[in-house]
């Protein structure tokens, strides 16, 4: 099957993050055990008590080859632009196949199966890797169990495998990107009607956390410790987010909720910022609660493997991103870059798509990959 029969049958399964990946799960692995693949299937609930699975598949004997990294999970698909075909019906139209997730990433997971297609066991001297989690869209849950209990995982790492985390950069090579952290502050009230003196206004006791968060926010747009040139913006962008939930402006609003997210560039102490929050919560006598983090990606630019891949992928350079991947759950791997096709211009968005000439290119360009590092010794 070519990568747009794969991403076809990838986008019919709604795998949006709150719910199981369970049954796209089964199919990755029906897909992988058809081609050839040996497969490890790790099971975990989430914390929400549902049920997610990550598939690691390896086709070939011995260490190293090349190990690929995808995520299976998808954003929610509310609203969608078209009322003639829903998110998860891919639909071709003007060379284009639309879904949500056919470009964040089930188009790159496609892409890969369509490649380790063409090569049978007996013509790999090294194996070829290729790893499909849960929940990278909301913590690199998935990523995180992988790290932590696949002995596949292990394997990858010792053998020093040739690492590629698939998600879309219109097949440019990467070499950084940036982290994700994230904390919540809590004001806690008493619901009244807003005429009387019987309420107690938990936005009033949000306030000076608030502008405690405005001094750091205009700390990191200014200064230069928490800025790196090497990506577009050259800041943490830490991004403010308020919500009282309150229904009607006649209620005294009985909690205010304060969600802060950051993303910590290569080198910066992301979490000094997390504890002056913390410090300055315990001040205003509102909660904190710590969201969960992931560390930014830093592979060197010079590095013999960065150069090797710009050499296949015909790029001049290597670049950065400033989304986050899963790679930051995989820091073990000595050799490691982003790489994959789509534009993340598209991921999100409420008309997901992708070209089909990236699924193309990127089936052309995996297959490149596995021959250089798996055909030959």
Known sequence: MDALGYVQDLVAFESTSVLSNVEVSDYVEQALGRLGFSIERLEYDDPQGVRKANIIGKKGA???????????????????????????SPTIKNDRLYGRGSCDMKGSIACMLA??????PSELQQPIYITCTADEEIGYGGASDVAKNSELYREMVAGKSRGIVGEPTMLQVVYAHKGTYGFRAVSHGRAAHSSSRDGINANLAMIPFLAEMKKLHDETESDKRWQNDEFDPPTVSLNIGINDHTKAVNITPPQSICTVYFRPMPGQDADSLVERARQAAEACGVEFERLHSGQPLYVDPKSEYVREMLNLADRPQAETVCYGTDGTMFGEMEHLVVFGPGDIAQAHTWDEWIALDQLNRGSEMFARAIRRWCTST
């Open 115 to 120: 490649a380790a297609s063409q090569f049978s």
């Open 62 to 88: 011995g260490q190293g080859g090349v190990a690929y990294f995808g995520h299976t999970d998808v954003v929610p698909a509310d609203p969608w632009f078209s009322d003639e075909h829903g998110p998860f």
